[in-house]
């Protein structure tokens, strides 16, 4: 098993950015796929990016070009780095590994 912490939401204006991080509870390096994703008010949790090792990253469209998500094995953390911010990216953002280990989740809002 593994416990998720996510950290560095908060409030940015458009066009601002902001780097999420995921920190495990133990060594990630065996955890074939750790991602983000994302929930806003009453709508359903979707898939922002993910890594799984020996394959490529994988990335909704509506954020291909502006995050970024990576790992610091080293660390046990996995990030999502986002740019250009928009109100449509208002959401409380979850780290997963294997897409069934949750984090509590960090909220992220962005003004116009």
């Known amino acids: 098993q593994v416990q998720l912490v996510e950290s560095g939401g908060g409030l940015v204006q458009a066009g601002g950015s902001l780097r999420l991080s995921c920190a495990a509870s133990r060594s990630i390096s065996s955890i074939n796929t750790m991602g983000w994703y994302r929930q806003a008010p009453g709508k359903q949790r979707e898939l922002v990016a993910t890594?799984?090792?020996?394959?490529?990253?994988n990335y909704a469209d509506s954020v291909k070009g502006r995050f970024t998500i990576s790992r610091d094995v080293g660390k046990n953390t996995v990030y999502l780095q986002m740019k250009d911010l928009k109100p449509e990216d208002t959401a409380v953002y979850y780290c997963s590994a294997w897409g069934s280990i949750w984090g509590q989740g960090t909220q992220v809002t962005v003004s116009s």
């Open positions: 890594f799984t090792i020996g394959l490529s990253t």
